[in-house]
Nanobody
Framework: QLVESGGGSVQAGGSLRLSCVVS????????MDWYRQAPGKEREMVAS???????SYADSVRGRFTISRDNAKNTVYLQMNSLKSEDTAVYYC?????????????????WGQGTQVTVSS
């Protein structure tokens, strides 16, 4: 189960920090991603981070957003600075990994419920 938090309303130029906690009998987590979907638009990847901490970003957010993760807490964060009105969207975390007790593992591919981010100009 993925539980997101941290969304809200902010003025342009402001900051927000999103969190996504993965719960359950987690054995390992591969990449952790943040996606967003604005009204009338397709869902797009915003940022991704590998287990070792290598991050990648969409061109539209590079330099303003920072993705990070805490493997001990099974949590991924998205620090969003210098927010723009075009960042307004529902933000979703996406996680893939294994759950269960070794060697009886099964893969999972899960999405969070989404959290609304609204940036007013």
């Amino acid at each position: 189960q993925l539980v997101e938090s941290g969304g809200g309303s902010v003025q342009a130029g402001g900051s927000l920090r999103l969190s996504c906690v993965v719960s359950g009998n987690i054995y390992s987590i591969y990449n952790m991603d943040w996606y967003r979907q604005a009204p009338g638009k397709e869902r797009e990847m915003v940022a991704s981070i590998t287990r070792k901490g290598s991050a990648s970003y969409a061109d539209s957010v590079r330099g303003r957003f920072t993705i990070s993760r805490d493997n001990a807490k099974n949590t991924v964060y998205l620090q969003m600075n210098s927010l723009k009105s075009e960042d307004t969207a529902v933000y979703y975390c996406h996680v893939e990994g294994n759950h269960g007790t070794y060697p009886w593992l099964s893969e999972f591919d899960s999405w969070g419920q989404g959290t609304q981010v609204t940036v007013s100009s």
